[in-house]
């Protein structure tokens, strides 16, 4: 029913910036939660980002003031803009779509910050 490919991933300098993007495709969009996740190697994965049918975002401690998260309706689309990012923000970032009570996962995308 729903389908999320991210974009955007790559390598980047410590203090640099990226933009991911997570297209949605099925319907409902404008009703779905949508969320960043992310997972680094040997640790559990954590919630990012979170932005709602509204534009109500909520944030990790670890990226607040430094990541955002908006949604274009009209594009079907979510967007993590990552500024000033830090070695440990590496990981698989991975979009997530609540709708109806089940979730959706995307396949993620690699963000590589190095030092």
């Known amino acids: 029913q729903v389908q999320l490919v991210e974009s955007g991933g790559g390598l980047v300098q410590a203090g640099g910036s990226l933009r991911l993007s997570c297209l949605y495709s099925?319907?409902?969009?404008?009703?779905?939660?949508m969320a960043w996740y992310r997972q680094a190697p040997g640790k559990q994965r954590e919630l990012v980002a979170g932005?709602?049918?509204?534009?109500?975002?909520n944030y990790a401690d670890s990226v607040k003031g430094r990541f955002t998260i908006s949604r274009d309706n009209a594009k079907n689309t979510v967007y993590l803009q990552m500024d000033s990012l830090k070695p440990e923000d590496t990981a698989v970032y991975s979009c997530?779509?609540?709708?109806?009570?089940?979730?959706?996962w995307g396949r993620g995308t690699l963000v590589t910050v190095s030092s």
């Open positions: 099925g319907s409902r969009f404008s009703s779905a939660t």
């Open positions: 997530n779509a609540f709708l109806f009570g089940a979730n959706y």
């Open positions: 932005i709602g049918v509204s534009t109500f975002a």
